[in-house]
């Protein structure tokens, strides 16, 4: 069974930093493509970051310069810098196929980590 388990989330001001984590289980974490996905209230889940399994990475506009994702044993990270207030949402990862901005993600989502960046 696929488990996604992130964590990390918090409270900061502008300026700040959070380093995300995502523990998986249940599949074999080095042959998948990974990505960090977040949703804010009222909007749709969009796809922040993916890195392949040779660790080529890819960014939305919005956060590239800022934040970074890896890979580590079955656990993906995103630091993230320079938080802005825009960046408040809910953060959750995933496995998938990724093309630029374009993502199929492969299973059920997990329960996110909470961001808020507060003025």
């Known amino acids: 069974q696929v488990q996604l388990v992130e964590s990390g989330g918090g409270l900061v001001q502008p300026g700040g930093s959070l380093r995300l984590s995502c523990a998986t289980s249940g599949f074999i974490f080095s042959i998948n493509d990974m990505g960090w996905y977040r949703q804010a209230p009222g909007k749709q889940r969009e796809l922040v970051a993916s890195i392949s399994t040779h660790g080529t990475v890819n960014y939305v506009d919005s956060v590239r310069g800022r934040f970074t994702i890896s890979r580590h044993g079955s656990s993906l990270s995103l630091q993230m810098n320079s938080l802005k207030p825009e960046d408040t949402a809910v953060y959750y990862c995933?496995?998938?196929?990724?093309?630029?901005?374009?993502?199929?993600?492969?299973?059920?989502w997990g329960q996110g980590t909470q961001v808020v960046v507060y003025p």
């Open positions: 995933n496995r998938g196929a990724f093309s630029g901005r374009y993502s199929y993600p492969f299973d059920a």
